[in-house]
């Protein structure tokens, strides 16, 4: 599996931001697949797919599952490390809008 925690660097505004990838993103990157051809074998929309990834929304058990066998991972890790990554955006989003 890949580092949990992995980052990457975005652009917003002219701002160079550290964003946290999400675990189901960062298998798909490892593997060179699109959120287009995961999407389709997952048989779901890819506007969900990104709404998982960005942690926008919390994955089901069911979809956990299936990612984990795509990609030959343990499904508990890969809910670990994916419940850890929807618990952390949470907080920052808790801050930011000082919940």
Known sequence: MSTPGRFYFLFEGGVKT???????RSLRI????TQFQLSKILKINQATLSAFETGAIHI??????EVARIFKVSNNEL????????ERKKEELMKKYRF
């Open 18 to 24: 550290l964003k946290e990838e999400h675990p189901i």
């Open 30 to 33: 490892d593997r060179r697949m």
């Open 60 to 65: 089901p058990n069911h979809i956990i599952n």
């Open 79 to 86: 809910r670990e490390q994916s419940d850890n990554f929807f």
